[in-house]
């Protein structure tokens, strides 16, 4: 398949459908992180909208969206994710009604046993697995963005209670426990769950403060000067820390985003007949992982390096898919192949060829140039606990 057929594939989207979305494009201007920055790629804002539309057309009943279509697994993570984009398109509405699920259930979930929302539920809304630390804390952060964009305080409770949870896990040494499994013991402390809650949580207190005293003593290589995702393991390093870490924290180094390099790979997707080229997971650089190449992508916009963004979403265009048939529009699959996932495991079945929640997601993000992370990213962090 060339290079080209993914823009043939959305203008035979926009053919099929072209007064709806002509509709949608006028009503739902998107936003890009309150200004439009120069280089957006009008190509890719159209897929993406292809994109929205697909999201929309897999939504439950109760307002939520699986981590694919017919997976009966609804995520915590995926659902904030979904609103995000709702937000930055200015559907207030749609994102408004995910919040309304969740705020629902603030006394009955959130404020029991332990705390936090679970990280799954089947479709029918059934809580299961962990309550993670960075699943709730990505929660806060779209929540954090609605209430700026609309004013609107109606979820505020379920914002404060975030909050709080998320410093009720910060151990004596700064680091925050990960949250608790499905059997209430508490998960270990997670780099990238600690970068989330590090931009979730408005302002810089003392939290932040101790929790960069942490990271620096635990989660950094001061060798290589890059962020560490679990000290002493074949895991050393991992992708999402490298792109979330240039998002949440002022003043991160560029080099930062040139070492992803060592992640980079060139994967044949045989959904698209067509090698893809972008970021794995680690160091092992078996697969292209989708999620993971646009938040790199959203990092290198955020450093005015849009050219190379852009190349990065063009290779990801190329891998989209249509499923169901039944539903307009396209996603984009979890991974370019069946390589294995960050930690060893293997990917699951349909990985490459099933179109994901998340991935998706970050797409549209990156494709639009908005960046979640950007609210709360000027903290005002002293010099003196930057230690990057």
């Not at 609804?74 to 969740?102: G, K, M, T």
């Not at 895991?235 to 980079?264: H, I, M, Q, T």
């Not at 994967?267 to 090698?275: F, G, I, K, R």
């Amino acid at each position: 398949m060339v290079k080209s057929t993914w823009l043939l594939l959305v203008s035979g989207f926009f053919i099929i459908s072209s007064c709806s979305h002509e509709q949608f494009s006028e009503q739902h201007r998107p936003y890009y992180n309150d200004h439009l920055i120069v280089g957006i790629d009008t190509n890719l804002v159209r897929l993406s909208d292809s994109m929205i539309t697909w999201l929309s057309g897999i939504r439950l009943q109760n307002g939520l969206i699986e981590t694919s279509y017919g997976s009966n697994l609804v995520s915590l993570y995926d659902n904030a994710l979904l609103a995000l984009v709702y937000l930055q398109a200015n559907e207030h509405d749609r994102a408004a009604e995910i919040f309304s699920y969740f705020h629902a259930r603030l006394s009955t979930e959130m404020l029991a046993g332990g705390g936090g929302y679970f990280q799954f539920r089947n479709a029918f809304g059934q809580p299961q697995g962990n309550r993670w630390l960075g699943d709730n804390a990505w929660l806060l952060i779209a929540l954090n963005y609605y209430e700026h964009r609309t004013g609107d305080m109606q979820f505020h409770a379920m914002q404060e209670a975030l909050h709080e949870w998320i410093r009720m896990q910060q151990d004596t040494d700064g680091g925050l426990w990960g949250g608790t499994d499905a059997s209430g013991a508490v998960i270990g402390k997670v780099t990238e769950g600690m970068i989330d809650a590090f931009n979730a949580v408005p302002g810089y207190l003392p939290f932040h403060d101790s929790l960069l005293n942490y990271l620096e003593a635990e989660r950094w290589d001061f060798g290589d000067q890059l962020p560490i995702s679990w000290p002493g393991s074949n895991y050393y390093y991992a992708l999402d820390n490298f792109s979330w870490g240039y998002c949440a924290f002022e003043g991160f180094p560029d080099r930062v985003l040139d070492e992803a390099d060592r992640f980079k790979t060139t994967q044949w997707h045989a959904a698209a007949s067509d090698s893809i080229t972008g970021y794995c997971f680690d160091e092992d650089r078996d697969v292209v992982w989708f999620e993971g190449t646009s938040q790199i992508a959203v990092a290198l916009i955020k450093a005015g390096r849009i050219e190379e963004a852009n190349t990065m979403l063009h290779e990801l265009a190329k891998a989209v898919v249509r499923q169901p048939a039944a539903i307009v529009g396209v996603g984009l699959p979890y991974a370019s192949n069946m390589g294995t996932g960050y930690g060893g495991g293997l990917l699951w079945s349909g990985a490459d060829t099933q179109p994901c929640t998340a991935a998706t997601a970050w797409f549209i993000m990156a494709a639009r140039q908005f960046d979640p992370m950007a609210l709360n990213y000027v903290k005002g962090i002293p010099d003196n606990s930057k230690f990057w």
